[in-house]
């Protein structure tokens, strides 16, 4: 059996990779590991999710657990809850930004992050080693659904004091943000037009992750509407995009860039996580407004919220729209990330374009290289040994594949946790800088797959 667990918990092809008989042996083993008494489950509105749900509660009851059944909620209100409620754990059915014919499960602890890597191994080794307790019948655990909802959008309502009328289209995707993102919005005193906003699992009106592809239709509405802002989220609510008062895509790293700056201006300095493929537009500003890019982690949410732990950074996220505020909890929370961008444009007197205007715009170039799945990670340690000297300089880092900093921009080569391909990206100060580094990259990548295969 290959590996269950990656960076977001366990993820798969549902009833293939994914089935109710794993989701059952999670649940137990699960118990078995933290030897909790009290759990959470919700889910997003996958079609698979309710098949998936009966099958996890009834390993979790099964081991003794008591579950809360919080219904269709997003995933950072999982998090939230699991902590409100006092639960030992908490357990998200989602498979995020990715297609409908995908689910997982993502696991927490009752202090709102998410399970470690230890913990998801030692989770494993029970899963493959069989050893789940059962209990008798007489000490099986009870299950209930609650409605507790109220509480995240509570927390929504307290985290921003908008005075502004906002006029805000809010793109749920049908997703699991289809109530409380515009309950809260409207909450706060914003003038709210919701797309998509019936919950469907199959995703039919865009794709769940919220890109400038997807986001077609809403940049069109905000343009046409005149509206001061759109915001999208993807399939359970953890990342979150925006559209500008134009009509344009706001940039990913840019708009988290900006976002931290504010914050460290507040601050007056502070500490920013953020990963291996964030521009270096965020170290640009942090550095700016006295603050330091103190880690830059794996590519992943829980490697981002580990270390803002670790560092006590004010602030930390990933360029896919993933922020992770440590004030309120471990999760990334789009709903949540929405409200205090908001908050932070009208602290600054700033429409969202004129907000990321200052953060500057390099360019980035993103290419694959096909190459055997059993031979990539083999490769990906080859141009560890030969990156440096192919460049002549360049500080390394290692964390999440090959990471090269140059004077004037960077390279990172990885190789694909899902497909057979490494991965290369490049940035640079202009657009010949990033060709170069690029084309030396896939020169250098290139030549190391041909002395393997």
């Not at 202090?111 to 913990?119: F, L, N, P, R």
């Not at 990933?318 to 789009?334: I, L, M, N, S, T």
């Amino acid at each position: 059996m290959g590996k269950l667990f990656g960076s977001s918990g366990v993820r798969g092809l549902v009833n293939v990779a994914l089935t109710p008989q794993l989701a059952s042996k999670i649940g137990s083993a699960v118990i078995a590991y933290s030897k909790a008494k009290k759990a959470v489950v919700a889910r997003d509105t996958r079609v698979s999710g309710w098949m998936l749900q009966e099958a996890l509660v009834s390993g979790l009851t099964a081991a003794g657990a008591n579950v809360s059944l919080l219904g269709v909620v997003p995933t950072p209100a999982l998090a939230y809850l699991t902590m409100a409620l006092g639960a030992d754990v908490g357990f998200m059915l989602t498979a995020s930004h990715n297609p409908p014919e995908y689910n997982g499960i993502k696991i927490f602890s009752g202090d709102t992050s998410s399970y470690t890597e230890q913990s998801q191994d030692s989770v494993e080794k029970i899963i493959i080693n069989n050893s789940c307790t059962l209990v008798d019948w007489q000490s099986i655990g009870k299950t209930r659904n609650i409605d507790v909802s109220y509480a995240y959008i509570e927390l929504l309502k307290k985290a921003a004091n908008l005075r502004k009328p906002w006029q805000v289209l809010v793109d749920v995707g049908c997703g699991a943000t289809f109530n409380v993102a515009p309950v809260a919005l409207q909450a706060l005193g914003c003038k709210v037009t919701a797309l998509n906003a019936h919950p469907d699992g199959y995703f039919p009106a865009r794709k769940s992750e919220p890109t400038p592809e997807s986001l077609t239709d809403l940049a069109r509405a905000v343009k046409g509407m005149g509206a001061d802002l759109g915001i999208a989220f993807d399939g359970d609510g953890d990342r979150v995009a925006f559209i500008d008062e134009d009509g344009v895509f706001a940039d990913f790293d840019r708009v988290l860039a900006a976002y931290a700056a504010h914050l460290l201006k507040k601050h007056g300095g502070g500490k920013i996580v953020t990963t291996v493929e964030a521009s270096m537009c965020v170290e640009t500003m942090a550095e700016r407004y006295k603050g330091k890019v103190v880690e830059r982690t794996k590519v992943g949410d829980i490697y981002v919220s580990e270390a803002i732990r670790r560092h006590s950074a004010v602030f930390g996220g990933e360029p896919c729209g993933a922020w992770v505020h440590p004030r309120f909890h471990f999760c990334p929370d789009g709903p949540l990330s929405a409200v205090l961008l908001m908050q932070a444009l009208e602290e600054e007197d700033k429409s969202l374009r004129e907000f990321i205007a200052e953060v500057p715009q390099y360019v980035t170039l993103r290419e694959n290289i096909i190459c055997p799945n059993e031979l990539k990670y083999k490769i990906i340690t080859n141009i560890e040994k030969a990156i440096v000297s192919k460049f002549g300089s360049g500080e390394l880092s290692t964390v999440d594949g090959v990471r090269l900093t140059l004077k004037n921009g960077w390279l990172l080569i990885r190789a694909s946790g899902t497909e057979p391909l490494i991965r290369l990206t490049a940035e640079g100060e202009s657009l010949k800088v990033a060709h170069d580094i690029m084309s030396k990259g896939i020169e250098l990548a290139k030549t190391k797959v041909g002395d393997v295969v």
